[in-house]
């Protein structure tokens, strides 16, 4: 509740906000996993990252984790 009185006292468009906000995020906080890919890998399912996160953000987070190759574009799902 008190995120929609803030958006709606300064008029900010919660995407605008919503995607801006990503952008401003260091992926270094995110330690990879050395044993992630096996784990995935082992897993015989198709894959996807479903975020609550915008595209970019979950697009530079699955480079970072050196994931890339396993979560392609087509297989991130973001909430936008």
């Not at 995407?15 to 050395?34: G, K, N, W």
């Not at 082992?42 to 979560?71: M, N, Q």
Request: aromatic share 8%; proline share 6%; charged share 25%.
């Amino acid at each position: 509740y008190s995120g929609n009185v803030f958006l709606e006292r300064f008029g900010i468009d919660p995407v605008t906000l919503h995607m801006s906000f990503h952008s401003h995020i260091d992926e270094s906080l995110i330690a990879p996993c050395e044993d992630l890919r096996r784990q995935i890998r082992s897993v015989k399912a198709e894959h996807v990252v479903l975020t609550h996160a915008s595209r970019p953000w979950a697009e530079k987070v699955v480079k970072h984790l050196g994931l890339d190759d396993i979560f392609t574009p087509d297989r991130i799902v973001p909430m936008e």
